[in-house]
């Protein structure tokens, strides 16, 4: 006997989150917006939001029997499915298709109907979640763990509002038009900028610190999950007011008028908080009207375009990977202010180009790297205050030789159990290879007694897919702040360098960490994580001075990366060295001070060398006379050395382009 499923949580008795809401619901007035991208911390209800959603939504005509939803008014053209000459008609509750993390490819995009193909001998198309998504919402709960393949797919049927697909002896392209709504968690990583620049709106939610919210909060999902039937029978007639509203926008939206002074307006807002592109101004205009015609105006008005500024730019205006997110109120009012005064000039008096500064924000001064005295205390626990980082720059791939098992990510060649599919092979591989399975058996249908559809399959056809991919990394930097690093103002440079190594973590989907050592210790000022941004923030941050205790500093990152090998023995680890090599604390065993400073240090490389860790020292002595101490280093650990001016991948760049012009 099956149950019957259990009404979700309705969408009127969510407490707060306003601009959730409205996002929301904008999006349902006008799919053209292109989406919503929820950010908040754990336990903030935005999947219960989300799927709330869909009992909102008006229901689809769709042509009956059509597996891509096609509407009955415009068929497409090109559908598997099709033609679809004099098409009966259907209706259908709107779809909320889901998109798990660790969905296939095959899942997503479609593949080869096995069934049909082992019934009856023919090439099918099973359609996959894009196809189900069509003309509906594709909801993807943290998306920023997508996969870099399945991001890959997104991007290219958001883009083209297709899905193509040519695999497994099969080419067919259908429409997947889809609302794409996301759900992250940034303590887990941020998303990829082409990604993060597909979602319309952006809201970060929170949970309330006001204890009458909290209170109804609990009230309500305690009653919930007491009497689901009842308590969404009690909030019914909310719900049944809100899908009728979104009704009445939807045919209010094509007579809803965008003026051309609030049209300069968006413009100016848009320029004023220097966006890329062009895709920002589209998409606070739809916003804009979606909103003035769920207000039920009949044009576009200031309140308009603020409420669309407010939710589509935030996560727009970020020029690093590693800027906060967000809006400032006051940035938006001044811009507003400001483009009230463009909206009201004759634009024939308006001369070419010359975009307004950034609003609230002054050009900072240049060549200033801050009143840093040139040689630091090398005594004591003295310190200086963090040095300001020298801009970043394009960094060198550092990649670990080999192929690894490790999380899907883009650094280091990988066996990957999901991802794009070599070749077939008989005793290796991961899931079946389908189509060189049924090539294998088929030669043999005719002696093997064949008679009509089918096919006859032994277990010696058997071949399995041998994918490879991309695996992300743990990159472990162990960070020199001592005194000598600080001389000269040399840790404005070195903290600039890992910076734009970090960036380039960050778009590998790497885990990283930070170890830094000064005085007389060493500290673990990060533990491994996926968010790379609380590791620039803690670099940004790193005070420097004291003495160099370097193998304390080596210690500390072999005891991390040893219990980071015990959590996840599959993720290959990469540690980078960043010092001038320079080591004058010893270390400190039982209560006894060695005085071997730096044989200490090379012992504890040593010690990494034996466990096999793969690392990179980036020497930072410069001057005229060179100790070579990294170089030493380098030797003991058994890894790669590079000079500070070596990590830029320009200049790696230029130096081959020379030897080859020579």
């Known amino acids: 006997m099956t149950r019957p499923a259990l009404p979700g949580y ?20 006008h799919p053209g917006i292109g989406g919503v991208l929820v950010r ?10 989300v799927r709330a959603l869909a009992a909102l939504l008006p229901v689809a005509g769709v042509v009956a029997d059509c597996r891509f939803s096609c509407d009955p008014a415009a068929p497409d053209p090109a559908c598997p499915d099709g033609p679809h000459s004099a098409p009966d008609s259907d209706t259908r509750p709107a779809r909320l298709v889901e998109l798990p993390v660790g969905a296939t490819e095959d899942r997503v995009i479609g593949s080869l109907d096995l069934e049909r193909a082992l019934t009856e ?18 909801y993807v709960d943290e998306v920023n763990l997508l996969h870099d393949h399945l991001v890959d797919l997104l991007l290219d049927a958001a883009a083209m509002g297709r899905a193509h697909v040519e695999r497994e002896g099969v080419s067919v392209s259908h429409a997947a038009s889809f609302l794409l709504v996301g759900t992250m968690n940034p303590e887990e990583g941020e998303l990829r900028p082409q990604l993060l620049d597909r979602f319309g709106l952006t809201v970060e939610v929170r949970a309330a610190r006001d204890v009458d919210t909290r209170t109804e909060v609990i009230r309500r999902r305690l009653a919930f999950e007491a009497d689901p039937a009842g308590f ?32 300069r307006r968006i413009a100016a807002v848009c320029a004023a908080f220097d966006v890329d592109g ?18 039920g105006a009949g044009a576009v008005e200031e309140i308009d375009v603020e409420v669309a500024a407010r939710l589509a730019l935030p996560h727009r205006r970020r020029r690093d990977p590693f800027d906060e997110p967000g809006l400032d109120q006051e940035q938006l009012s001044q811009a507003l202010r400001d483009a009230a005064e463009e909206a009201d000039r004759d634009p024939d008096d308006s001369g070419p180009g010359g975009g307004a500064p950034e609003p609230g924000e002054s050009e900072a001064p240049q060549g200033d790297q801050g009143k840093q005295d040139a040689e630091a205390p090398q005594g004591g626990d003295q310190s200086q205050a963090a040095s300001r980082p020298d801009e970043a720059f394009r960094a060198r791939v550092l990649q670990l030789d080999g192929v690894g098992e490790g999380a899907p990510g883009r650094r280091s060649r990988s066996r990957a159990g999901s991802g794009r599919a070599l070749r077939a092979a008989q005793n290796q591989g991961t899931g079946i290879h389908l189509v060189g399975t049924l090539t294998a058996a088929a030669p043999f249908q005719h002696t093997r007694g064949r008679s009509g559809p089918g096919i006859v399959v032994r277990s010696g056809d058997v071949r399995r897919a041998v994918r490879e991919g991309r695996e992300s990394n743990l990159v472990l930097f162990a960070v020199d702040a001592s005194g000598s690093m600080a001389a000269r103002k040399r840790m404005s440079a070195v903290t600039g360098a890992v910076i734009s190594l970090l960036r380039d973590a960050y778009q590998r989907r790497d885990k990283v960490g930070l170890v830094t050592f000064r005085g007389g210790e060493a500290v673990l000022s990060l533990p491994p994580t996926s968010s790379v941004e609380a590791a620039v923030a803690r670099l940004r ?35 980078v060295v960043v010092t001038d090599g320079r080591a004058t604390v010893a270390v400190n065993r039982d209560g006894r001070t060695s005085h071997d400073a730096v044989g200490d240090a090379m012992r504890a490389a040593a010690a990494l060398a034996a466990d096999g860790v793969v690392s990179v020292v980036v020497d930072c002595e410069n001057g005229p006379v060179r100790l070579g101490l990294a170089d030493n280093l380098t030797a003991a650990l058994g890894g790669t050395g590079l000079r500070l001016a070596e990590l830029s991948a320009d200049a790696v760049a230029g130096v081959v382009r020379a030897a080859r012009a020579a």
Do not use: C
């Not at 908040?40 to 939001?49: F, I, L, Q």
């Not at 205790?549 to 680890?573: C, H, N, S, V, W």
């Open 541 to 575: 941050d790193l005070r420097t001075g004291g003495r160099t205790p370097l193998a304390d500093g080596l210690l500390r990152a072999r005891k991390t990366l040893a219990i980071e090998r015990m959590r996840d023995p599959r993720r290959r680890a990469l540690l």
């Open 278 to 295: 062009m895709r920002a101004d589209l998409v606070v205009a739809r916003a804009s009207v979606a909103h003035a015609a769920w207000r």
């Open 10 to 29: 309705p969408f009127s008795a969510v407490v707060g989150h306003a601009d959730l809401r409205l996002s929301l619901l904008l999006n349902a007035v």
């Open 40 to 49: 908040g911390e754990k336990g903030t209800a935005k999947s219960t939001v």
């Open 121 to 138: 001998g023919v090439r099918a198309y099973q359609p996959g979640l894009l196809a189900a998504a069509h003309r509906g919402v594709l």
């Open 232 to 263: 969404a029978d009690a909030w019914s007639t909310s719900d049944a007011e809100l899908a009728a509203r979104i009704v009445a926008a939807r045919k209010a939206l094509p007579e809803v008028v965008l003026p051309d002074a609030e049209l």
